[in-house]
Nanobody, 115 residues
Framework: QVQLAESGGGSVQPGGSLRLSCAAS????????MGWYRQAPGKQRELVAR???????NYADSVKGRITIPRDNAKNTVILQMNSLKPGDTAVYYC?????????WGQGTQVTVSS
């Protein structure tokens, strides 16, 4: 059973940084594609960043240049490093693990960007 636990959310002023962490268990972590998604109030969940098991990445256009998604296969952890945060980045952020068409989700962590 896949278990994903996010941490690191919180409140930050515009221009600030946050580092989200997702610890995975119950899977062979290195063969999974890992991703971060977000959902703002009244909006659909959207992809923020995704990292395949082979190391390929893709980012939402709105976050390119401001966000990176390193993973540590030895620690079964994927990070979302967010810099130059904007109020529009305010959302609940979810970690996901995907393989062979199946996707699992964490419970989410709130990120609020406000002055």
């Amino acid at each position: 059973q896949v278990q994903l636990a996010e941490s690191g959310g919180g409140s930050v002023q515009p221009g600030g940084s946050l580092r989200l962490s997702c610890a995975a268990s119950g899977i062979i972590f290195s063969v999974y594609a890992m991703g971060w998604y977000r959902q703002a109030p009244g909006k659909q969940r959207e992809l923020v960043a995704r990292l395949t098991s082979g190391g390929s990445t893709n980012y939402a256009d709105s976050v390119k240049g401001r966000i990176t998604i390193p993973r540590d296969n030895a620690k079964n952890t994927v990070i979302l490093q967010m810099n130059s945060l904007k109020p529009g980045d305010t959302a609940v952020y979810y970690c996901s693990a995907g393989r062979l068409g199946a996707q699992s989700w964490g419970q989410g962590t709130q990120v609020t960007v406000s002055s």
